[in-house]
């Protein structure tokens, strides 16, 4: 329900800007010598980025604005050191996005080519409108469909970081755990950096194995563009993925394995956690 504070010149402009930056709306108006503000609050999520990786990484947001404005509060892109935790909201309006993390950055380089891994156009803080990233990541996805909230650890176009998703209000986890890296078959492994140490798994889709991607059974494209013809069996290395991290989205269609795609009921306006190297 609205409210309505009465700020007195003397520090009318820090109450209102701290009234604009908490609260999505804000309207203002004048009473007297008093400045009127009046705050529609809209509810929030909590998220909570923790890196629990031994080094740097550079997470990063993506909001699908094609579905809806409404953003999170946390800025496209931040430096976690080690153990770094962050805490932001999320509107409840979200209705589509990504987070992820980058590798081995080094932003004096044009944005895309910033990090060995997850890099994005923007350079540190990702676009707003074409900073999805660059494959191959590990990448927390979430859907809001006003009745569920979907979410999943995907693996499709590829795997840098071991990821975990853990939702408040009993609602299943989502993650890829295990460290793909070291053990990613060859044809499919990197990219490196300047010393040679792999950072990335790439999926057979993204390596473009059958040289086809318009029309391949590792994309899904083309005449595989339906489940029915798009089986995980048809997918180089999907079994490497799967077996890895069972409860990641191994490939487009993975739903039928009952452990990609995850749902928790809006009702339970569940918070989340997200960790890297959990």
Known sequence: MPRACCVHPTAQLAEVNTAYLMCPRLIIGMIGDCYIAVIIQQALSEYMVTNGCPFTIWPAIFTDLNVGSAVPSQPNGWEAPAGHTITFGVPDNWKAGRIWGRTACDFSKAGAQSCVTGSCNGG????????????????????FDGTDDWYDVSLVDGFNLPM???????????DCPKDLNPECPGEIRGPADGSGSNHGCKSACFANLDSNPADSANCCSGSHNVPATCPPSGVRFYDYFKSGCPNAYAYAYDESSGTALFKCPDGKKADYTITFCP
């Open 124 to 143: 540190f803080v990702c676009s707003d409108h074409s900073g999805a990233g660059v494959p191959p990541a590990s990448l927390a996805e979430f859907t």
């Open 164 to 174: 975990r998703i853990t939702p408040t209000g009993g609602c299943a986890v989502a």
